[in-house]
């Protein structure tokens, strides 16, 4: 076995010792929750008879107690084009639950919301707390006591986070996240990319923009590109969540349906009743947590997840940094670029070679744990293999193999090439990208904030430029419009953070800054909120805290102030001398309608992006 590289050794040491107290007392919690029988035995008859009334042909194996019954929780919606092909999935699964002897229910469904459809619209604003809607929602769905295992359906931005954390709280259940695939490829997208900024620069009109935006997002799927959803489904394989290599295999083929069958066939074969009880509460430990830490360094991942990630930890009473990240960056090489950060997307990618070849490489080099608590048999090892669809013979199969339905094809995992079939997209850590992650720390008289380099060019990793600050990304476009952001500027968007209205992302900015930096200028953004997961080409410090509202350095900052940002030093700071002397600037009136209003309890009591931007874990943790 390959010996750890010492960053990653000396990070995952840090985090175990740092979280020592948190997480014996989160061991402590799902031990308990077993021991005391959370689950059907304890229920009374009339408890157990509202359980099973509707479940049909299912009732008497559920009312025997003597078989696994799975808990579905399921994000399903058919606006949202990843998770409408979910809508038959339930379906399947309690079918692939009785071939094995099980049975399965939907426990419960949770929002979900997709950012494509609010990016730069009011409803943004619930977007991140929408995270915390779906662990509660999850919560809800387990605390019936009928199930002994659960099937996660989730792939898209804050839901599978949010899944998780809700899952974590009932960690004594073996749990598998069950992917449903991104649609296939439509027009490239640097090609939509120029299509946006064409309109943004009013050279072609809302019919081109539509047609173009139509022809990228077309079909059920995840989106291509590599944002925060397929962030999410990187992050499942690295931290064993998955069946092996499920996360990119497009909806509505025979693979995927297999992939989820054996996700089911899996889940029953991982309950305490058994001789390989793996809980989820066991699986994400603290080596898990660095693995996807090492997985977004390694393919250029979704700064999101500098929010997401700490939240997830915590529900597991593990506890991460910023520092954390920045360290696992220095010592991760970049092995991938998938749109925003290359011209291909997570099909090519696959094609390339995709998380086989990515996670045989990482563990080649000593930078995953590979003696992780996977759901699946052997380890991190079982990742390095590909599925494939094979006649079914009967003979020769493994033991795996053989154990599956009854069937005309039979899914196999086969080893993965040794070499990348794109060098343009994936590369060895022999010859990366480049020679460390795509994330940086930023820290100084402004906060600490995060920004993402591996989609930015080297030559725009250090910007310093006369400061134009607004409270409102609308603003930001008119001033865009009339010529008021055609120099050298680092635009400051302040008033965005958690409190203040919930975080939203400010990816619409993207063209109209584009556009000023395709023309010479030196530009960034410097904000307080989020970008999109798609977010790249013009640097942006992003996740700033403290937050403007909490009278963070960045809400005194004027027009005309001299800002630096320095993702080489891995500082940001204001230079103008007395300029944090000033003031804080009052804030704007809370915005209302479309909901917000609802979520205002939540934005009172959020904690800072480092710790996971969490109201939920937030209260948690206060309660002790």
């Not at 954390?165 to 991104?182: K, N």
């Not at 009880?277 to 390694?298: F, H, Q, S």
């Amino acid at each position: 076995m390959t010996n750890l590289h010492p960053a990653i050794a000396r990070v995952t040491n840090r985090i175990i010792e740092r979280s020592r107290p948190t997480r014996a007392a989160y061991l402590d919690l799902i031990d308990r929750q077993r021991e005391a029988g959370t689950n059907r035995g304890i229920l009374s008859c009339g408890n157990l008879a509202h359980g099973f009334a509707a479940s049909e042909e299912d009732k008497p194996v559920i009312r025997s107690g003597q078989a696994m019954n799975i808990g579905i929780v399921t994000a399903y919606n058919d606006m949202l084009s990843a998770h409408q092909p979910y809508g038959r999935y339930p379906e399947q699964i309690k079918i692939f639950a009785r071939e094995r002897g099980a049975t399965a229910q939907v426990a419960g469904g949770v929002p979900a919301m997709c950012d494509g459809v609010t990016q730069g619209q009011a409803g943004m604003e619930l977007s991140l707390f929408s995270r915390d809607t779906i662990a509660l929602a999850t919560a809800v769905a387990l605390s019936h006591a009928m199930f002994e295992g659960a099937l996660l359906l989730g792939i898209c931005d804050k839901i599978v986070p949010g899944l998780l954390i809700g899952a974590l709280r009932f960690g004594h259940l073996p749990t598998i996240l069950v992917p449903g695939g991104p649609m296939p490829s439509g027009i490239p997208n640097k090609e939509k990319a120029r299509i946006r900024q064409l309109y943004a620069e009013g050279k072609v009109g809302r019919d081109d923009l539509l047609e173009a935006e139509s022809a990228s997002y077309h079909a059920p799927g995840t989106c291509t590109f590599y944002g925060t959803a397929n962030s999410n489904q990187m992050m499942m394989e690295v931290m064993g969540l998955h069946v092996p290599n499920a996360a990119f295999v497009n909806p509505g083929t025979k693979l995927r349906q297999e992939l989820t069958r054996a996700a089911v066939h899996r889940v029953t074969e991982i309950g305490w009743a058994g001789n390989d009880y793996r809980p989820i509460g066991r699986v994400i430990d603290e080596k898990a947590i660095v693995n996807a830490c090492v997985g977004l360094m390694a393919t250029g991942g979704s700064t999101n997840h500098a929010i997401h990630l700490p939240a997830i930890a915590r529900a597991a009473g593990i506890l991460i940094d910023w520092q954390d990240f920045e360290e696992v960056s220095e010592a991760t090489p970049l092995l991938a670029r998938v749109y925003p950060n290359g011209s291909g997307d997570v099909n090519d990618f696959r094609e390339a070679g995709g998380m086989p070849f990515v996670i045989r490489e990482l563990l080649d080099a000593g930078l995953l744990h590979g003696d992780i608590l996977t759901t699946s048999r052997n380890g991190m090892a079982d990742y390095t293999r590909e599925p494939i669809l094979r006649e079914c013979s009967g003979e020769g199969r493994s033991p795996e193999i053989a154990t599956l339905r009854p069937s005309p094809e039979h899914i196999e995992w086969v080893e993965a090439p040794a070499a990348t079939r794109d060098p343009t997209m994936l590369r060895p850590v022999a010859d990366p990208f480049q020679a460390t992650g795509g994330q940086k720390l930023l820290a100084g008289n402004l906060g600490r904030a995060i920004i993402k380099t591996s989609a930015v060019d080297p030559d725009r990793w250090v910007i310093e430029a006369p400061a134009r600050v607004f409270s409102d990304q609308d603003d930001v476009l008119r001033a865009f419009k009339a010529g008021e952001l055609d120099r050298d500027v680092v635009v400051i968007v302040r008033f965005q953070g958690p409190a203040a209205n919930g975080m939203p992302e400010l990816h619409k900015l993207t063209p109209a800054l584009g556009v000023v930096q395709d023309r010479g200028h030196r530009v960034a953004l410097v904000t307080d909120g989020r970008m999109s997961g798609a977010s790249g080409k013009v640097p942006a410090a992003i996740h700033l805290y403290p937050e403007a509202l909490h009278g963070g350095p960045i809400a005194r900052v004027a027009d005309g102030d001299l800002v630096r940002v320095d993702a080489v030093a891995g500082t940001i700071a204001v230079l103008t001398p007395g300029a944090l002397d000033r003031p804080v600037v009052p804030a704007p009136p809370p915005a209302t309608g479309l909901g917000r209003e609802l979520f205002s309890l939540f934005q009172g009591s959020s904690d800072d992006a480092e710790r996971g931007a969490s109201p939920v874990l937030s209260a948690m943790d206060a309660r002790g």
